[in-house]
């Protein structure tokens, strides 16, 4: 099963704050909270920003990257056998 890198559970933080992450995606994040000491600091600090401001931090991530995240955390391959070649660039 894949972990969730350092970076991926920054770009995580804000949805997981707002409770916005499927329950998979949560647990993934909770694992690596964990299990990795310098996120369980970032999300710390970024707690209590979030205190300080009363709301979260307006640039903290942009909504494209995030559901670009979400969708790759959900399409986890199963089987990455052929995988047809699609251009992020072509839109719909
Ligand atoms: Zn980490």
Redesign the pocket.
């Known amino acids: 099963m894949s972990e969730?890198?350092?970076a991926e559970?920054?770009e995580l933080v804000t949805a997981y704050l707002e409770r916005s992450l499927p329950a998979e995606v949560e647990a993934r994040f909770v694992e690596?909270?964990t299990?990795?000491?310098?996120?369980?600091r970032?999300l710390d600090q970024f707690r209590d920003t979030i205190r300080r401001l009363g709301t979260l931090p307006p640039e903290s991530l942009s909504a494209p990257v995030r559901e670009q995240l979400l969708a790759a955390f959900l399409e986890w391959p199963g089987d990455a056998g052929d995988a047809t070649k699609r251009d992020p660039g072509q839109g719909l």
């Open positions: 969730l890198t350092c559970f920054v690596h909270l299990a990795c000491e310098g996120c369980e970032y």
